[in-house]
């Protein structure tokens, strides 16, 4: 079984440019979750998607970040325009649905926002 | 207050010796509890959950919930070196969905 894919794998841009990530979750997961883990902190959420709906997006700095599933599989996660604070490793997870403990994640995009 | 909060550590333990790791979270609603294991650089795994008060064992794992205290732990027996890695507790309430509050992680190393 394939695990959640992301790409890049590493990024590294100036502040104030934009930058996007890609996420595909494992095959017939339902939900799927952007997560920023900050050096030295553990993984904050910043958006769940339920298929192609938006579940929680609480803490998702509105005003620079956006995620998209339009068609309910693959996602995008994109930040426009990047500030220093936000270098961090940007974590895709996927669970088989919304009642269903177990998040399988990917590898992670580390970004330095220089 | 931190919904969910750890000691950072590093916990430096002896190979062969029990590691504990300690959660306490601010939730009392919160239902259901995690522990997932992340190396270096990897992403994070899920390795115990726990949803009620007492303790749950797993091979070497051992989750520990005391709702009323609101704290869960994690006890590795017979550490190995390859044990050493950062220790996420991860506390879900319900209703929110499937939405994971992670603490800041516990850094274990376990020394031959």
């Known amino acids: 079984e394939a695990g959640v894919a992301q790409s890049p794998r590493y990024k590294i841009i100036e502040k104030r440019q934009s930058v996007a990530f890609w996420c595909n979750p494992i095959s017939g997961h339902a939900t799927l979750y952007w997560y920023q883990q900050i050096l030295g902190q553990g993984p904050k959420l910043l958006i769940q998607?339920?298929?192609?709906?938006?579940?929680?997006d609480s803490q998702l700095p509105k005003d620079r970040f956006s995620a998209e599933r339009l068609k309910g599989v693959d996602s995008t996660l994109k930040i426009q325009p990047a500030k220093l604070e936000d270098s961090a490793v940007y974590l895709c997870?996927?669970?088989?649905?919304?009642?269903?403990?177990?998040?399988?994640f990917g590898s992670g995009t580390q970004l330095s926002v220089l | 207050q931190k919904e969910v909060e750890q000691n950072s550590g590093p916990l430096s333990v002896p190979e062969g010796a029990i590691a504990s790791l300690n959660c306490t979270y601010s939730d009392r609603v919160s239902q259901s509890f995690f522990w997932y294991r992340q190396y270096s650089g990897k992403s994070p795994e899920l390795i115990m959950s726990?949803?009620?008060?007492g303790d749950k064992e797993d091979g070497r794992f051992t989750a520990q919930l005391n709702k009323a205290s609101q704290y869960v732990s994690l006890l590795i027996r017979d550490s190995q070196p390859s044990d050493s890695a950062t220790y996420l507790c991860a506390v879900k309430r319900e209703p929110a969905g499937n939405k994971l509050t992670f603490g800041g992680g516990t850094r274990v190393l376990v020394k031959p």
């Open positions: 998607f339920q298929n192609n709906g938006v579940v929680d």
């Open positions: 726990i949803y009620s008060n």
């Open positions: 997870a996927s669970s088989l649905d919304r009642g269903n403990e177990k998040l399988f």
